[in-house]
């Protein structure tokens, strides 16, 4: 419970942490959001990183001149990049006998699914529009690299998709970010960003799940 709680005020609290991080590692604070980038995109075991909140505030501590802007839209598109390319070639290499397990230790087979009906839905636009849905935006790569999509196709939404998703958020937080209302109500935008953010995924899943009902 500790773990759920710590993660949840890290997550919804992340600007005070990022205040934090950046006195103590300064330039470092970089490679450290690489590396939370990377490892939410590129890893089937940390979709709970967070993703589009870091990255709008992120924004906002650019706009303050505490993070170079231009150094962020450069660094963290590259990051999602190569983490959705990880996991493509493991999704490509280990995925079939992952997948063919009902119950994997390190891959929860619901996520899989969720992810499935997404592309069965939109087809080749999913690696792109997963970008801006939580779970959806870790597993799509490594669903595409079991086989339903060619590595070129791929590679064009993805590049597509992790630079439109980085400069959105990035740059909302950086033009709205510092906003009166905004900074006044910090912690209800993050939240708002994160509902906004998992909605939609929750909604193809009860979609699916009631579709299937119907089906049985």
Same mark, same amino acid.
């Given at each position: 419970?500790?773990?759920?709680?710590?993660?949840?005020?890290?997550?919804?609290?992340?600007?005070? +942490?990022? %205040?934090?991080? $950046?006195?103590?590692?300064?330039?470092?604070?970089?490679? /450290?959001?690489? $590396?939370?980038?990377?490892?939410?995109? %590129?890893?089937?075991?940390? =979709?709970?990183? =967070?993703?589009?909140?870091?990255?709008?505030v992120v924004g906002t501590f650019a706009a303050r001149e505490?993070?170079?802007?231009?150094?962020?839209? $450069?660094?963290?598109?590259?990051?999602?990049?190569?983490?959705?390319?990880?996991?493509?070639?493991?999704?490509h290499f280990f995925g079939p006998r992952m997948a063919e397990?009902?119950?994997?230790?390190?891959?929860?087979?619901?996520?899989?699914?969720?992810?499935?009906?997404?592309?069965?839905?939109?087809? %080749?636009?999913?690696?792109?529009? %997963?970008?801006?849905? =939580?779970? /959806?935006?870790?597993?799509? =790569?490594?669903?595409?690299? /079991?086989?339903?999509?060619?590595?070129?196709?791929?590679?064009?939404?993805?590049?597509?998709?992790?630079?439109?998703?980085?400069?959105?958020?990035?740059?909302?937080?950086?033009?709205?970010?510092?906003?009166?209302?905004?900074?006044?109500?910090?912690?209800?935008?993050? $939240?708002?960003? /994160?509902?906004?953010?998992?909605?939609?995924?929750?909604?193809?899943?009860?979609?699916?799940?009631?579709?299937?009902? +119907?089906?049985?």
């Open positions: 419970m500790d773990f759920i709680f710590n993660y949840i005020d890290f997550v919804i609290h992340f600007d005070r +942490h990022l %205040g934090g991080i $950046l006195q103590q590692y300064g330039t470092y604070t970089y490679a /450290i959001l690489f $590396l939370i980038i990377f490892c939410e995109t %590129g890893l089937v075991v940390t =979709p709970f990183l =967070p993703g589009d909140s870091l990255l709008f505490d993070l170079d802007r231009n150094t962020l839209l $450069l660094l963290l598109p590259l990051a999602a990049i190569v983490g959705d390319n990880v996991n493509y070639w493991v999704g397990k009902k119950k994997s230790r390190w891959v929860r087979q619901e996520y899989l699914d969720r992810t499935r009906h997404f592309y069965e839905k939109y087809g %080749g636009k999913t690696v792109f529009l %997963g970008k801006f849905l =939580p779970i /959806i935006r870790t597993f799509a =790569p490594f669903v595409a690299g /079991i086989g339903s999509m060619t590595y070129p196709r791929f590679l064009f939404f993805d590049i597509t998709g992790a630079i439109t998703w980085v400069f959105v958020f990035v740059l909302g937080g950086y033009f709205f970010g510092n906003l009166p209302f905004v900074k006044n109500n910090f912690t209800m935008v993050i $939240l708002a960003i /994160i509902v906004l953010s998992v909605l939609p995924s929750v909604v193809e899943l009860i979609r699916a799940r009631r579709q299937a009902k +119907h089906r049985t």
